[in-house]
């Protein structure tokens, strides 16, 4: 059973950044596509982001490009979502996922088996 525990989130002023780390236990890393989502209060979970099994590609939901970057480190089991030039909007509950399966970027959250708690990123103005 894979586990992952995200961990970076914080408060921070608008045009800020944080990164947001996710550590995996418990299979194979490098079997799994890996994403990032999140979830504004009132709001249902959005797709952010998604990086190949080896790192070879990434996608991006349209309003986060140019200003997040996903990254990982097979060997040390770990998927990062960097994040720049913060917006208010960008407020939400982050979550890290893993999907196993075709190594193509899916946004959709059902193809996403297993998942991390969250962390609370918080963007003032």
């Known amino acids: 059973q894979l586990q992952l525990v995200e961990s970076g989130g914080g408060s921070v002023q608008a045009g800020g950044s944080l990164r947001l780390s996710c550590a995996v236990s418990?299979?194979?890393?490098?079997?799994?596509?890996m994403g990032w989502f999140r979830q504004a209060p009132g709001t249902e979970r959005e797709f952010v982001g998604a990086?190949?099994?080896?790192?070879?590609?990434?996608g991006y939901y349209d309003p986060v490009k140019g200003r997040f970057t996903i990254s990982r480190d097979n060997a040390r089991n770990t998927v990062y979502l960097q994040m720049n030039s913060l917006k208010p909007e960008d407020t939400a509950v982050y979550y890290c996922?893993?999907?196993?399966?075709?190594?193509?970027?899916?946004?959709?959250?059902?193809?996403?088996?297993?998942w991390g708690q969250g962390t609370q990123v918080t963007v003032s103005s």
């Open positions: 996922a893993a999907r196993d399966g075709m190594d193509v970027v899916s946004m959709t959250e059902s193809d996403y088996r297993y």
């Open positions: 418990g299979g194979i890393f490098s079997g799994y596509v």
């Open positions: 990086i190949g099994r080896s790192g070879s590609w990434t």
